[in-house]
């Protein structure tokens, strides 16, 4: 047996019903280190570009972290890794739970599924044991029926269990897959690639372990990461309030994502935060990912009233400003209702609230027929009609099916002006963050390769509200007056230090809200605990580098399927409308418009400062500017020849000026 | 004299308090008036909120949604119709 | 004498604890080695912390052929004498806890031996609290 690793990757081939294993090479561990990072390489191995994300070519990979199966905190994280039907390019989705520990102490580090199967099957993993089963009689269940389905047929109750809902099985393009019940591998629709494998779940049970090198440093270093977690000051708001407890803060900053992106700001957003669920009868419990020390993740109970007998993981921030202030709802019930439905048909939140909130701007505007609505009453905090979109959406049915191809295909078929509010760029829904009101952000989500979401770098330091963030933001620049959200200086090497650190940590299988969340555990300190653990050592720089390498990779694959710098955009409403709670009086598109001084602040994620951002961050990853492909010198570099000989052949190495 | 409005998240629900200050005043000011206003039992029992109050290490203090820390922290000056709101410290995503 | 009490409504089900007791007494980490162990309701949210209640008059003890088992007199722990235990399992049998466990690679019985005073298991459930030695 290896270090940290089981050293296994267990392929399943779907169409020609063949099992298989592999051994992870050394070398890619301190080249990928793991999990999103090796995800990234096998996914590159495996296929050429232009493949159908939804047919059999398309590979569906599980990734485990390094430091998973330890006490390392947080390192519980798996990821999921395919080609996404909804952009058409890269994918990773990361998920918690305790699904990516189970398949580790199984002895496989990675499962690789290729091909389609005719009818449903199910993988049953048990140790080393593979079955293709046969799942007919699980197709249409929900994901909550599936597990216990399951549990009783394999006869074990402490079976981990991954798993698409009617969502995945009925090809919804932001179709999840479910893990442990109710953690998401959320975005991006991995959930309708696995629906198109006729893969209904994986089923795994491992009696195995995991060995550290080094015992006494592995130990050490890990309580020093634990210690500086407890230490950060919001460390116990985390297990109190969740994520959940970010809402109040986000809405008085103008920056909480309200009626569709109309608004950054909902009165009596507090009814639908954090501290409110906390004292309400409504959060049963906190839970916790895979060696989780903080556990921020809620489980909620509806016992009474119209949604009596709900009962759900989450409300999540991002799913309460989807599902509530998005569709202008401060109703907690509706959101942890509509929550449920995504997390038992296995449904991307936030993707959903995106649709149901374009649906209701387009209701407003009048743009859908008698026959499309079906009676549908899609008015702005309509609590039923929301729940009920959801059910729609999940099952195909009426208005449901147009949305469940995503914002982008759904705005291209109704038109009538409605590209103009889809909040989308690359084809995927953007999540709950107002980059007109936070620029490093804004170029995040521009160059995130699965398109405009937050979990490629969360670059929280940039508000100036935390010390720790101020510290991290005057390392990165030099100066803590860049610690601020309006300003254009600096957020490409923000942005930059972020996604590097973001991919490594994705990659040892931590959760991303040890660091960057939090400010307590530096890539030092993580370059510590993987040095212990596989037994050779491992510096900041070389980690950090990793993670660049990761990225860098990710990015190539854009690269072959036919990318270029004109993706790396913004939603159209983020580009060309400002921010009404942020812009003050009528002269702000005067101001937008025949702007006198490009360093004033105006709420608008305009091209100009668009294009100056992304200028920056190209150059300082040395990739060519126009294209935005990385050079010859810069892959040679970041040791990824390997990835040239294809890039070249499709004249996508440029050269260099 | 100005006329300022502060938002105080010290528990879910936030009290709201509008406050009159000479021109020019800052940020600190503003919390000191808060806190004797607070001290003189307005907001219910104050114990609680004193705390909190007293915890400026512990807060997020945003005028008109901007951290004062990226404007001139606590020496900030305030201008009429401002919106102060004080928060405890957060995080996620 | 101090207790290690575990506290089931505020149990995450994160299984920290699992994680590092195997691999404080066994060279490695997993579920099967852990002394502690959390029993899932995944789909209603519940988790349950289970291990030795350390009991006054404890029927392991008792059930014991070979005088393997005894109270440790300092932290009031069942210890388990290797050198005596014969691998017979009379002392699974009898705790009606169903927290003594066996290790079939050694055929030795296994608890909870509370770290010899210093539990690992509550250093790493500061947030949550749902285990503390008091």
């Known amino acids: 047996m290896r270090f940290a690793i089981a050293g296994k990757i267990l392929h399943v081939d779907l169409s020609k ?89 199984a002895g496989y580090d990675y499962l690789v599924v290729h091909g389609a199967a005719i009818t449903p099957v199910y993988l ?25 389905l399951l549990h009783e047929e394999i006869g074990d109750p402490a079976t981990q269990v991954a798993v698409i809902g009617q969502g995945g099985e009925n090809l919804v393009y932001f179709a999840a897959i479910m893990v442990s019940v109710y953690n998401a591998a959320a975005r991006g629709g991995a959930g309708a690639v696995m629906g198109s494998k006729r893969l209904k779940a994986v089923a795994v049970r491992g009696h195995g372990s995991v060995k550290v090198a080094d015992g006494k440093e592995f130990y050490r270093s890990c309580h020093v990461a634990i210690k500086n977690s407890y230490e950060d000051a919001t460390a116990k708001f985390a297990h109190l309030y969740g994520t959940a407890g970010s809402v109040p803060m986000v809405n008085e900053a103008r920056a909480f994502p309200a009626y569709n992106f109309r608004r950054g700001y909902i009165e009596g957003a507090e009814k639908i935060g954090g501290p409110y669920l906390a004292e309400s009868k409504y959060l049963k419990r906190r839970l916790g990912c895979n060696a989780c020390i903080f556990c921020c993740h809620r489980y909620c109970e509806i016992k009474e009233g119209k949604y009596a007998g709900c009962y759900t993981g989450g409300p999540e921030y991002e799913t309460i400003s989807a599902l509530g202030a998005g569709c202008g709802s401060i109703d907690l019930e509706v959101v942890i209702k509509a929550n449920e439905l995504c997390n038992i ?30 009676g549908l009453r899609l008015e702005w905090g309509n609590g039923e009609v929301i729940v009920e979109m959801v059910r729609r959406i999940a099952h195909r049915q009426g208005l449901g099916n147009i949305l469940a191809d995503g914002v982008k295909r759904a705005a291209e078929k109704i038109g009538c002006g409605s590209e103009k509010w889809a909040i989308q760029a690359k084809g995927l829904e953007q999540s709950r963050v107002e980059t007109r009101a936070a620029f490093g952000y804004a170029l995040a989500f521009a160059v995130n390769p699965r398109g405009p979401d937050h979990l490629h770098s969360e670059t929280i330091a940039e508000f100036g509200t935390r010390p720790g963030g101020r510290r991290l933001i005057k390392k990165i620049t030099g100066d803590e007056k860049y610690a601020n959200p309006r300003l254009i200086e600096k957020r490409a090497d923000i942005v930059r230090w972020h996604e590097d650190c973001f991919a490594a940590t994705d990659s040892l299988g931590l959760c991303a809200f040890i660091n960057t969340s939090r400010f307590g555990v530096d ?23 990793a993670g660049r390498r990761i990225l860098t990779l990710e990015k190539c694959f854009n690269v072959r399927e036919g990318a270029t710098r004109a993706d790396d955009v913004l939603p159209w409403r983020l580009m060309n409308e400002p921010l009404e709670s942020l812009a003050r009086g009528q002269d702000v598109m005067k101001a937008v418009e025949g702007k006198t001084n490009p360093e004033d602040f105006t709420p608008i994620n305009s091209p100009a400062m668009l294009n100056r951002m992304l200028d920056e961050y190209y150059e300082l990853h040395n990739w060519d500017k126009q294209t935005s492909w990385p050079y010859r010198e810069t892959l040679e570099k970041l040791d990824l020849k390997e990835v040239i000989p294809e890039l070249e052949s499709k004249g996508k190495i440029p050269r260099k000026k | ?41 307005n907001l219910g029992s104050g114990g609680h909120k004193m705390a909190f109050l007293n915890n400026t290490g512990g807060l ?34 | 004498m101090k207790r290690l009490l575990a506290h089931p409504n505020k ?24 002394r502690i162990k959390i029993v899932s309701d995944e789909g209603h949210g519940i988790h349950t912390p289970t291990l030795c209640q350390f009991c006054e008059d404890p029927p392991c003890v008792s059930a014991c052929p070979a005088e393997a088992l005894s109270k440790n007199p300092k932290t009031n722990s069942i210890q388990v004498d290797a050198s005596l235990c014969n691998g017979c399992q009379a002392c699974i049998s009898a705790c009606p806890f169903g927290t003594m466990f066996f290790d079939p690679e050694n055929q030795k019985a296994f608890t909870c031996d509370l770290c010899q005073g210093d539990p690992e298991c509550v250093k790493v459930c500061q947030l949550p609290e749902a285990l503390s030695y008091v």
């Open chain 1, 124 to 148: 049953w993993i048990d140790d080393g044991k593979v079955e293709i089963r046969d799942a007919r009689h699980l197709w249409g269940k929900d994901v909550r029926e599936t597990t216990s």
């Open chain 2, 1 to 41: 004299m100005i006329h300022v409005k502060a938002k105080i998240f010290s528990q879910a629900i936030p009290d709201y308090s509008e406050i009159d200050l000479d021109e020019g005043s800052s940020v600190e000011t503003l919390l000191v008036r808060i806190r004797e206003w607070v001290a003189l039992g």
């Open chain 1, 345 to 374: 048909y296995g449904l991307d939140t936030i993707s959903a609230g995106n649709l149901i909130q374009w649906a209701m701007e387009g209701y407003e505007k009048k743009i859908f027929t008698e026959q499309q609505l079906e």
């Open chain 1, 523 to 545: 890539p030092q300190q993580m370059a510590d605990m993987f040095s212990a653990a596989i037994g050779k050592r491992v510096t900041e720089e070389e980690l950090m580098e």
């Open chain 3, 11 to 34: 149990c995450t089900g994160c299984r920290s604890c699992m994680l590092i007791c195997s691999f404080m007494h066994t060279d490695a980490c997993s579920y099967h080695g852990s």
């Open chain 2, 60 to 93: 997020v203090v945003l005028l008109n949604g901007m951290s004062i820390y990226t404007l001139s922290g606590w020496e900030t000056p305030l201008r009429d119709g401002d919106e102060v709101s004080l928060l405890p410290m957060f995080a996620g995503g």
């Open chain 1, 17 to 105: 019903r063949k099992i298989w294993t592999e051994s992870v090479p050394e070398e890619w561990i301190h080249k990928f280190i793991g999990s999103r990072g090796v995800n990234a390489k096998i996914l590159w191995d495996s296929m050429g570009s232009g493949i159908d994300p939804l047919g059999p070519e398309n590979t569906l990979i599980f990734g485990t972290g390094t430091l998973s199966g330890t006490f390392a905190p947080t390192s519980g994280r798996t990821t999921v890794t395919c080609k996404s039907p909804t952009t058409h390019l890269y994918l990773k989705t990361n998920v918690g739970g305790h699904w990516g520990t189970e398949l580790k102490f």
